[in-house]
């Protein structure tokens, strides 16, 4: 599927190219052999005209002259049966014709009366379209052949189909760009549309079963806890010491169920909350002093400015304590805790120089259950998360290759 979705702009693109590139490349060819079509019908009937007029008047280089001015030809002059020139509007007279600049064949075509108008050489890369035509005498005889040469006014029709075409080449190159760009956000809109669903299935399939466990943990935690006050009530003093130790133990244990049976709770429900302008940083230094007696040997500093958000301030404490008891329980003996306005939003950074978080873990890290220690559940940063984006606002485990772990918080501040 994800190579699919990776293949998908290409194909896209190329298709488009292709597509625009082959109607792009048929109109051209269309259009030049139109172009064609209209010069050499020009040619010929500028040449078939001079022929008329020149039958009945001796040529001269003059008349040739305004011949080329006239039609905007780039060479005009007469020929005999021997091939010399007679008549040249631009060179000499009386002299042999060059065969590279002369067609003998269609001269000769022309001597025996057909005329002829063909792209016969090119100058670079533009073709030269020339005419050979008939001059005839008084008694209808052909006695020499005229001989014209399209020049600039003929030849820049063409120059601007060809700037046509590169420009429809590059139209089309930027038309499959545009496709494959589109084509590349479908596709990531579509992977982020599939995660979301399939996101949401989980979750759904999670809460449901976490209300269940809940459910049935919660009444016999409650028995449980009640057995063992009623025992250590009636026992009084009289009770040893050991098992007043052993029954403290049983009381931490039914303790941690319960927790765990409030955070099952949670992730099976949308968190309640109840917004109101809280400081952030005087709340961030209530979980600083939380974390502080219960991990004494952990530093915690912190530089946070007055941040005024809109916020549950119970929610957002457990929102910081899971924070900073998770880094705790990881191994962190320092926890840096940073504070910054930006635009509309506050953003609270907490930074420890624990070992980090595992990179395969990383990408699960907010799941339900995904935890990187064998005591913890994986319900701590999955709850945060979603009491986070309940106030507006987002958690996201912080990239770098930085020593430890370092989470971001985002809330919106308080109006005004």
Request: aromatic content about 4%; hydrophobic content about 45%.
């Amino acid at each position: 599927m994800t190579v699919r979705r990776a293949l998908a702009p290409l194909l896209a693109g190329l298709l488009g190219l292709a597509g625009s590139l082959g109607v792009t490349l048929y109109l051209h060819h269309q259009a030049s052999r139109a172009v064609d079509q209209v010069l050499e019908e020009r040619l010929r009937g500028a040449g078939e005209t001079a022929a008329a007029l020149l039958a009945g008047a001796p040529p001269t280089q003059a008349r040739l002259a305004a011949l080329m001015r006239s039609n905007g030809l780039e060479g005009a002059f007469m020929l005999s049966s021997a091939l010399d020139i007679q008549v040249d509007a631009t060179g000499p007279s009386g002299v042999k014709a060059n065969l590279l600049r002369v067609d003998a064949r269609r001269a000769a075509e022309a001597l025996a009366g057909h005329p002829s108008v063909a792209f016969a050489y090119a100058v670079g890369d533009q073709p030269v379209a020339t005419g050979y035509f008939p001059v005839r005498g008084p008694g209808g005889e052909v006695r020499s052949v005229l001989a014209l040469e399209a020049g600039q006014a003929f030849s820049s029709t063409r120059r601007d189909l060809e700037r046509a075409l590169w420009v429809g080449v590059v139209l089309s190159a930027l038309v499959a760009v545009a496709l494959a760009a589109a084509a590349r956000q479908w596709a990531r809109s579509e992977g982020r549309r599939q995660v979301a669903a399939e996101s949401a299935s989980r979750g759904e399939a999670l809460s449901r079963m976490a209300a269940m466990v809940a459910h049935e943990i919660r009444n016999p935690v409650g028995v449980i806890r009640g057995a063992v006050e009623l025992i250590q009530a009636r026992s009084g003093a009289g009770l040893p010491g050991k098992d007043r130790e052993a029954l403290a133990d049983v009381l931490g244990e039914v303790e941690r169920l319960r927790r765990l049976t409030e955070d099952f709770l949670d992730l099976a429900r949308e968190p309640a909350v109840s917004l109101a302008p809280i400081d952030l940083g005087e709340l961030a230094a209530e979980a600083a002093r939380a974390l502080a007696r219960s991990h004494p040997g952990v530093e915690v500093s912190l530089e946070v400015p007055a941040l005024r958000v809109n916020a549950d301030a119970g929610r957002l404490r457990q929102v910081l304590a899971n924070l900073l008891v998770n880094a705790a329980q990881a191994g962190a003996t320092s926890i840096k805790v940073r504070g910054r306005p930006d635009g509309p939003r506050a953003r609270l950074e907490i930074a420890d120089d624990g070992p980090g978080v595992d990179p395969a873990l990383r990408q699960r890290l907010f799941d339900p259950f995904a935890t990187g220690r064998a005591e913890g559940t994986g319900l701590g940063l999955a709850i945060s998360r979603r009491i986070a984006e309940r106030h507006g606002g987002a958690l996201r485990l912080l990239p770098g290759d930085r020593p430890g772990a370092a989470f971001e918080l985002t809330l919106p501040l308080a109006p005004g």
